[in-house]
Antibody
Framework: QVQLVQSGAEVKKPGSSVKVSCRASGGAFSSYVIDWVRQAPGQGLEWMGRIIPISGTTNYAQKFQGRLTITADESTSTAYMELSSLRSEDTAVFYC????????????WGQGTLVTVSS | DTQMTQSPSSLSASVGDRVTITCQASQDISKCLNWYQQKPGKAPKLLISDASNLETGVPSRFSGSGSGTDFTFTISSLQPEDIATYYCQQCQNLPFSFGGGTKVEI
């Protein structure tokens, strides 16, 4: 059974960076595509970017270009999302999700990581 | 970028009612449209992929249809456990994008 387990909640100062991890179990990590989705308090879902771990290929939403870095470590079956230059508007729950094999649908999700940006 | 317009943003219905949510894409996305259910404090759950393919284990009262730019999600007989927010998501073009969500209440 596939599971995605994310790191715990974080509180960050404006201008700092946060790095959230997403450890996968079950299935072959090298065959995954991992996406990151953000949800601000009381708001909808926002796609941020994705990584294909086997190739290291990444795609980012233009909105986050220059601030977002998604990486993956195949040896630990872990994906990472790092967001820099944090501002209060970045306060949100961040989810990792796996793209289902052969289609672009997010069939497994992490439990979410709350990142609070506050001075 | 492909914009997804979902309506209504909220609705109130009774148990047993038929509920319909629409999602419109700003450009042709073929059938690359997924629907998710999200309950408070939980991660979204994939219900339907490729516009109309019901995921394994999802009750048959959920269905989806459409292609091109116009899509529909239906709950044929609303149950108390269906109280949630529903999102469409286009998967045809990067960046992938979600609709604004529909909060379903009883």
């Amino acid at each position: 059974q596939v599971q995605l387990v994310q790191s715990g909640a974080e509180v960050k100062k404006p201008g700092s960076s946060v790095k959230v991890s997403c450890r996968a179990s079950g299935g072959a990590f090298s065959s995954y595509v991992i996406d990151w989705v953000r949800q601000a308090p009381g708001q909808g879902l926002e796609w941020m970017g994705r990584i294909i771990p086997i190739s290291g290929t990444t795609n980012y939403a233009q909105k986050f270009q220059g601030r977002l870095t998604i990486t993956a470590d195949e040896s630990t079956s872990t994906a990472y999302m790092e967001l820099s230059s944090l501002r209060s508007e970045d306060t949100a729950v961040f989810y990792c999700a796996r793209e289902a094999a052969g289609r672009v649908a997010f069939d497994y999700w992490g439990q979410g990581t709350l990142v609070t940006v506050s001075s | 970028d492909t914009q997804m317009t979902q309506s209504p943003s909220s609705l109130s219905a009774s148990v047993g009612d038929r509920v319909t949510i629409t999602c419109q894409a700003s450009q042709d996305i073929s059938k690359c449209l997924n629907w998710y259910q999200q309950k408070p404090g939980k991660a979204p759950k994939l219900l339907i992929s490729d516009a109309s393919n019901l995921e394994t284990g999802v009750p048959s009262r959920f269905s989806g249809s459409g292609s091109g730019t116009d899509f529909t999600f239906t709950i044929s007989s609303l149950q108390p456990e269906d109280i949630a927010t529903y999102y469409c998501q286009q998967c045809q073009n990067l960046p992938f994008s979600f609709g604004g969500g529909t909060k379903v209440e009883i």
